[in-house]
């Protein structure tokens, strides 16, 4: 069984073309949606779901204060009993077998803990690329960490078993609250250093829009993402050997 997590902040009708494109996607597996509300508007969140009744999914309406992407995911990713679970920011796949080739991918090699899919010509595509000739802040990383750009991956689409859950833990939506891309790359080295591995696909997408993050935040965001950066420098600043 795959759960696959979306996060909804007000975006209704966005969400419900990312469901509905879900939906009609072909799999060999089983699978059911869990939409993450942290819109805090109880009586549309109710008429959304009555849209969905008969579908395999469940909602979660989160009625913190913390209406972050990585705190609503990590609400799915603690409580999942099943063997893998999808985080999907906001977008369409137009490749009907993207479920069943991520899902192929992570089972081909016993030490993948991870697949992400990267969406072609974005900027998503054009940083991994960019990674595998150079390495983040200007810094090149010890040899025997082994690190290249399969290994600290930024995208919108992952696809992680659950044992690694176990082994790694769930995003770290303490010093990377939003999802920026450094929390997909902190959560790539995690992986690595507990033994794991991480591999990519590639699929083009429609990307519906941040409804987790733009409206949620606004303006706030340059800040928080300079934030994030300066997070992600001090917490992993002791792995890097810096040029001279």
Request: hydrophobic share 35%; net charge neutral; with cysteine.
């Amino acid at each position: 069984m795959i759960d696959i997590v979306i996060v909804n902040y007000h975006g209704y009708d966005i969400t419900e073309n990312l469901i509905n494109s879900i939906l009609n996607v072909t799999t060999n597996s089983e699978y059911q949606i869990y939409v993450v509300d942290n819109s805090h508007n109880e009586p549309e969140f109710k008429k959304f779901i009555k849209k969905f009744w008969k579908s395999n999914m469940k909602f979660i309406n989160n009625t913190t204060e913390n209406t972050s992407f990585c705190f609503a995911v990590n609400l799915v990713l603690r409580a999942s009993p099943n063997d893998v679970i999808i985080m999907n920011n906001d977008n369409i796949i137009e490749d009907p077998d993207w479920i069943n080739k991520m899902h192929n991918l992570l089972y081909s090699k016993g030490n993948l803990g991870m697949v992400e899919l990267v969406p072609t010509g974005t900027i998503w595509e054009k940083m991994y690329w960019e990674q595998g000739r150079q390495q983040p802040f200007g810094i090149f990383v010890p040899s025997y960490i082994n690190i290249n750009s399969k290994d600290r991956i930024s995208t919108t689409v992952a696809m992680i078993k659950n044992e690694c859950l176990k082994m790694v833990g769930v995003m770290d939506d303490k010093n990377f609250p939003f999802g920026s891309g450094d929390s997909d790359v902190d959560y790539c080295l995690r992986l690595k250093l507990c033994g794991y591995e991480v591999d990519t696909v590639f699929a083009k997408c429609k990307h519906l829009g941040s409804v987790d993050t733009k409206q949620a935040f606004g303006k706030k965001i340059p800040g928080m993402m300079l934030q994030t950066k300066n997070n992600f420098n001090r917490k992993w600043k002791h792995l890097w050997i810096y040029k001279t």
